[in-house]
């Protein structure tokens, strides 16, 4: 479903990402890990038209989509969360999430989502209550963003990116600032979604969570693939061993 081919980026003389390949089969859940610095969000940026590569090629069921912005990926059913939480903390819950389905939806944008519709906003609404129900925060319904917790926020994003409908998902650090239970409820979400047919590409530093529900793990050191294959491959790979005790010694 996606190919990733050759992908390389630099900021000054730092080698973010260095020429990395690899394909997502539909319907898995792929990792990508990494220690930190390793250029997981770089290759998600780059992925996702936030950055352009300086080399290489992104393709999507085939067609060639290098460097297409995030708007245009959307439509193209590319849609992502943000290692950082970009909730909109001066809207409500379901504001948030029907922003995502609007956004990615509609070229006018900002002009569109002023100018919709009565009908076209109940819509959006109900299927706004339908994805918090999904993932998880049916009780924020009509809440405002800052009276939520940062759990249900983290939750609330998956909600607005899955708005769109995308059928490739890419999560950056789901699970992040999340405690045990937490993660382990976010990582179920993610099958699940990877069951209802929506593939998922995901960084995580979790490697409980990765190893437990990953169908297919890349691993990246310095901008670089380390190794790649089962939680098994890569759990017992000496290179990738090497690469996370090396970052704790
Ligand atoms: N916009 C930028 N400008 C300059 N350098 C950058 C930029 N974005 C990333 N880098 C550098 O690229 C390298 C990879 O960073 P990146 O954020 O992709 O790593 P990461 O694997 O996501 O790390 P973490 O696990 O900490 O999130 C780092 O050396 C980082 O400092
Ligand atoms: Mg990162």
Redesign the pocket.
């Known amino acids: 479903m996606l190919s990733v081919q050759s992908l390389s980026r630099s ?2 003389g ?1 080698s ?2 260095d020429s990395v390949s690899f394909d997502v089969q539909p319907g898995h859940v792929h990792a990508v890990i ?12 780059l992925i996702s038209g936030v ?1 352009e590569p300086s080399a290489g090629q992104v393709f999507l069921d085939g067609a060639e989509v290098t460097g297409l912005p995030p708007e245009a990926l959307a439509r193209r059913g590319m849609c992502r969360t943000f ?1 950082n939480l970009q909730v909109c903390m001066n809207m409500t819950a379901n504001e948030n999430v029907m922003l995502g389905a609007h956004l990615h939806s509609n070229p006018g944008l900002w002009s569109g989502f002023f100018g919709w519709t009565r009908a076209a906003d109940r819509r959006l609404e109900e299927r706004a209550h339908e994805l918090m129900d999904y993932v998880g925060v049916g009780s924020a319904r009509g809440a405002h963003a800052t009276q939520l917790s940062f759990g249900v926020l983290k939750r609330l994003e998956i909600a607005r990116a899955l708005a769109a409908d995308p059928r490739l998902l890419l999560l ?2 789901p699970a992040a600032g999340l405690n045990d239970s937490e993660t382990h409820a976010v990582g179920e979400l993610i099958r699940k979604i990877a069951a209802g047919g929506t593939t998922v590409l995901l ?1 995580e ?1 979790d490697m409980k969570m990765v190893m437990s529900i990953s169908d297919h793990i890349v691993v ?1 050191d310095q ?1 670089r693939k380390l190794a790649e294959g089962s939680a098994e491959q890569v759990r017992g790979n000496p290179d990738v061993i090497a690469a996370y005790l090396g970052v704790d010694a």
Not at 34 to 45: D, M, Q, S, V, W
């Open positions: 900021f000054g730092v973010a990402v990494g220690p930190n610095g390793a250029g997981k969000t770089t290759l998600f940026n950055y290692q950056d650090e960084v530093h990246l901008g």
